[in-house]
T-cell receptor, first 112, second 113 residues
Framework: SQQGEEDPQALSIQEGENATMNCSYK?????LQWYRQNSGRGLVHLIL?????REKHSGRLRVTLDTSKKSSSLLITASRAADTASYFC????????????FGKGITLSVRP | NAGVTQTPKFQVLKTGQSMTLQCAQD?????MYWYRQDPGMGLRLIYY???????DKGEVPNGYNVSRLNKREFSLRLESAAPSQTSVYFC????????????FGPGTRLTVT
């Protein structure tokens, strides 16, 4: 069964706006990752946040993690049309032994 | 570096036919994975190999077999294809234990008629 549940399922914004995507999970984790998938391509890793971290930045990306609420958010600032893609959260569950569990993904459309 | 490569890119099979999907990585990763992606279902893990010489079932292993041929190569076999196996298949690899970031191949789009 899927560990991560992203919301919203789909998001449409104007170029230049910020995009916020959320992920909730059910069991304790070692780390949480976000991936991007452009149409027809494989997934690309964006950022990893460990269970003892609360916030992490990478360029225009900001990820937060609240282990008490079992949730994470991915913020993309000053969005561009090239950010149009599907975004997935993936969790490394405690005791899961070398595996990630992916959510169903969020489809982000950035209108020029 | 080519990263993770997969062959073929596209395949059409008839029900009951068999085929092997090939995956290779040139990043010296110890762990490799096979996923399937279906609309609205995200990625589901079929099988994985945490290290050379080991393989384990994932979430949806029925109808599939795998072989970790060596550290670089991890193949996925469909012995008797079924329409329910129509999907996009992704191979991924990582150095689990030092870096947890997974690198993905471009995918194989399989249709079973």
């Amino acid at each position: 069964s899927q560990q991560g549940e992203e919301d919203p399922q789909a998001l449409s914004i104007q170029e230049g706006e910020n995009a916020t995507m959320n992920c909730s999970y059910k069991t304790s984790i070692n780390n949480l990752q976000w991936y991007r998938q452009n149409s027809g391509r494989g997934l690309v890793h964006l950022i990893l946040i460990r269970s003892n971290e609360r916030e992490k930045h990478s360029g225009r990306l900001r990820v937060t993690l609240d282990t008490s609420k079992k949730s994470s958010s991915l913020l993309i600032t000053a969005s561009r049309a090239a950010d149009t893609a599907s975004y997935f959260c993936a969790t490394d569950r405690t005791g899961a032994n070398s595996k990630l569990t992916f959510g169903k993904g969020i489809t982000l459309s950035v209108r020029p | 570096n080519a990263g993770v490569t997969q062959t073929p890119k596209f395949q059409v099979l008839k029900t009951g036919q068999s085929m092997t999907l090939q995956c290779a990585q040139d990043m010296n990763h110890n762990s490799m994975y096979w996923y399937r992606q279906d609309p609205g279902m995200g990625l589901r893990l079929i099988y994985y190999s945490a290290s050379e010489g080991t393989t384990d079932k994932g979430e949806v292993p029925n109808g599939y077999n795998v072989s970790r041929l060596n550290k670089r190569e991890f193949s996925l076999r469909l012995e008797s294809a079924a329409p329910s196996q129509t999907s996009v298949y992704f191979c991924a690899s990582t150095s689990w234990g030092s870096s947890y970031e997974q690198y993905f191949g471009p995918g194989t789009r399989l249709t079973v008629t």
